[in-house]
């Protein structure tokens, strides 16, 4: 069985910042390449960033620079830091493998930036 555990969303003003987390039972999760992903509403759930086991990171244009990825593989838990957030960056966020498992994605966590 995998749970995942996410931090609250929230609400969140245009040019604020917000803090993500993501949780996950399984040691796999703390190994392997990991991302977070996001889905609008009538959008496709698009990869934002990923962090290999390693550390390398890797963003979508649309976040570059605005976005951190990081990881604490004791915790088996990824974060991701939004600043300068956006009201095209809400969005339903989840955390999953880089190669995504259909039964990793979990409730997600809302994120709502008001203009």
């Known amino acids: 069985q995998v749970q995942l555990v996410y931090s609250v969303g929230g609400l969140v003003q245009a040019g604020g910042s917000l803090r993500l987390s993501c949780a996950a039972s399984?040691?796999?999760?703390?190994?392997?390449?990991v991302g977070w992903y996001r889905q609008a509403p009538g959008k496709q759930r698009d990869l934002v960033a990923h962090i290999t086991w390693g550390g390398n990171r890797n963003y979508a244009d649309s976040v570059r620079g605005r976005f951190t990825i990081s990881r604490d593989n004791t915790k088996n838990t990824v974060y991701l830091q939004m600043n300068s957030l956006k009201p095209e960056d809400t969005a339903v966020y989840y955390c999953?493998?880089?190669?995504?498992?259909?039964?990793?994605w979990g409730q997600g966590t809302q994120v709502t930036v008001s203009s």
């Open positions: 999953n493998f880089l190669v995504p498992r259909n039964d990793f």
């Open positions: 399984g040691r796999s999760f703390s190994t392997s390449a």
